[in-house]
């Protein structure tokens, strides 16, 4: 009988305390890791590179004659400039910074400089001669774009960002130059450096940050789609006609036919590697 009494306190015994046990509270779980995704920004500093389409923005008529006198061309003699369009290839490379006021969306301000080449056709301002120009001379007309050579811009940007979609609009400063060289219908001193400004706006598109362009382990890499209108003022310069001594490439005779600036837009693509925040 005393066998069974022990046998049952320590059974009694063994439950209580699993029950007790039972009512002990649970160590708590470890809460879970969130890791934040990075919210985008275009700020930061940028280079990259360009390429597209110029073509002559000019709405004034390119036509004009006159006559070549003499001793530099024989009696009656005219040259003819016809309405020609001058486009071709414009290319280059850029760099600037942006600074957004508030990640994600929000406004936008940068700037931006850039330089490119330019080939608007190395033989467009050669005249339709009716008659004869004389031995060691010729004509060309100044005012044309086949002139220019490169031009580039120093310019402001504001915009907006819709996340990763930019859209801006810019103006500034800009600049060119011409080239000397026959070839281009120049002659001493026409290479002089020419200013003016420049106005426009674009669209930029942030890519995914491991895009198989980004060659620089960039923060981003961009792409954009931009129009700009470039207007180099000629001044009281250069507003003729010009009978040229092949000789020296001095201008032997002038005819004022016209002031004609050079005025010409591009549209361009680019792509930007940005560096900076995320």
Do not use: C, H
Request: aromatic share 16%.
């Amino acid at each position: 009988m005393i066998k069974k009494l022990l046998l049952a306190s320590a059974a009694t015994a063994l439950l209580t305390g699993a029950a007790s046990a039972a009512d002990l509270p649970r160590r708590a779980a470890p809460p879970p890791v969130f890791t934040p995704v990075p919210v985008f920004t275009w700020t930061g500093a940028y280079f990259g590179i360009n390429a597209g389409y110029a073509f002559d923005a000019s709405s004034r008529s390119n036509s004009s004659v006159f006559g070549v006198p003499a001793p530099y061309a024989a009696l009656g003699t005219t040259a003819t400039f016809r309405d020609r369009s001058q486009d071709g290839f414009s290319g280059g490379a850029q760099v600037g910074y942006n600074y957004q006021f508030t990640p994600g969306s929000g406004v936008v301000v940068g700037i931006e400089a850039d330089a490119q080449y330019l080939d608007f056709g190395r033989n467009r301002n050669n005249a339709f001669i009716s008659g004869a120009v004389a031995p060691g001379y010729y004509v060309t007309d100044p005012r044309g774009l086949s002139s220019l050579d490169y031009f580039g811009t120093v310019r402001g940007r504001l915009g907006y960002a819709f996340d990763r979609t930019l859209v801006y609009g810019t103006g500034g400063f800009a600049y060119g130059s011409g080239s000397a060289d026959r070839s281009f219908g120049g002659y001493a001193g026409n290479d002089s450096f020419r200013t003016g400004y420049a106005v426009g706006g674009g669209v930029e598109f942030a890519l995914p940050t491991e895009s198989f362009l980004n060659f620089f382990r960039s923060s981003a890499v961009t792409f954009k789609i931009e129009g700009l209108y470039v207007n180099l003022e000629r001044g009281n310069r250069n507003q003729g006609a010009l009978v040229v001594n092949a000789a020296n490439l001095v201008p032997a005779y002038y005819s004022p036919i016209g002031r004609r600036d050079d005025e010409f837009a591009v549209v361009r693509a680019g792509l930007n590697y940005k560096f900076g925040s995320y």
